[in-house]
């Protein structure tokens, strides 16, 4: 009976899949796309920094109609129907690691994603490139192959 109670315990607890990536746009900022997921429902997302003389800084936007989805998201824009709920993070500069999240759901399950990243990594992104999560670190994959259906990413 333990174990199923501790199965359960974990279970509740998503864990976050590749459903994001960043990619710099032409006027050099940052945009974060979202993996293509039928029925997904984005609730918040953040980019936060982590190191560096500022500490922690976040900015964040909520989804103010709590329904449906978004395909990407320009950093430091609230996209239509959503607000800003942090901003003490404004750009990113510096020596630190960035951390994108997303937290959602399907059919009212969980479902979350995360991708971290240096400045460095971004400015070296050559178009058509984006950053993904890969295990412990990150790998660089064509914009393309990043946006096609893959439905296990997209079971919570």
Do not use: H
Not at 1 to 20: A, E
Not at 91 to 102: E, S, W
């Amino acid at each position: 009976m333990l174990l199923i109670g501790v199965s359960t315990v974990v279970g509740c607890t998503p864990v976050p899949k590749g459903l994001l990536a960043v990619e710099r746009t032409d006027t050099g900022g940052a945009r974060a796309l979202i993996a293509p997921c039928p029925g997904y429902q984005s609730l918040q997302f953040s980019v936060y920094s982590t190191g560096g003389s500022s500490g922690y800084q976040r900015w964040a936007v909520i989804n103010d109609a709590m329904g449906g989805s978004l395909s990407q998201v320009e950093l430091f824009s609230a996209p239509a129907g959503w607000s800003t709920t942090e901003s003490a993070l404004k750009d990113l500069k510096g020596a630190k690691k960035y951390t994108l999240t997303l937290d959602g759901a399907i059919r009212g399950r969980g479902l979350d994603g995360e991708v971290t990243f240096t400045p460095d990594q971004l400015e070296a992104l050559q178009a058509g490139k984006v950053i993904v999560a890969d295990g412990d670190g990150t790998k660089v994959v064509s914009r393309s192959a990043f946006m096609k259906d893959e439905s296990a990413r997209c079971s919570p």
